[in-house]
């Protein structure tokens, strides 16, 4: 979850025209766009490995949500098993005052786009 958030914090600064570490952003985005993709793919398995189906093979639903029945549990602990999963990346490194546009001059993102990158992607 934690590459999520960079993600999103990552892909804000990305929107800012000619920012200095723009290539460093777009490493970076790169390599946590194919850990989500990932991500996103396990827990597809995981839905259709658990979820109750219908006759012809589509998802039974409760309302909105995909109905597990008695296969919740096993649902529920195989999702948080994923989301406790560790994974090492390399992710490209820049200091806070690296930040600047095409003119030099620095660029000062606000704090929530910022926050999930102190201390991962933006150091000291």
């Given at each position: 979850l934690k590459a999520i958030e960079i993600n999103k914090s990552l892909s804000h600064l990305?929107?800012?025209?000619?920012?200095?570490?723009?290539?460093?952003?777009?490493?970076?985005?790169?390599?946590?766009?194919?850990?989500?993709?990932?991500?996103?793919?396990?827990?597809?398995?995981?839905?259709?490995?658990?979820?109750?189906?219908?006759?012809?093979?589509?998802?039974?639903?409760?309302?909105?949500?995909?109905?597990?029945?008695?296969?919740h549990k096993d649902f529920d602990k195989g999702i948080i098993d994923l989301i406790k999963e560790e994974i090492e990346i390399s992710l490209s490194t820049f200091k806070m005052k690296d930040l600047k546009d095409g003119q030099g001059k620095a660029v000062k993102p606000p704090a929530n786009v910022i926050k999930g990158l102190i201390g991962t992607i933006i150091v000291k």
């Open positions: 990305g929107d800012i025209n000619d920012l200095f570490c723009s290539y460093e952003i777009a490493e970076n985005l790169a390599e946590l766009t194919d850990i989500i993709s990932k991500f996103e793919d396990d827990r597809e398995k995981l839905i259709d490995k658990y979820v109750l189906k219908n006759e012809d093979g589509s998802y039974k639903t409760k309302g909105d949500q995909n109905d597990f029945g008695k296969e």
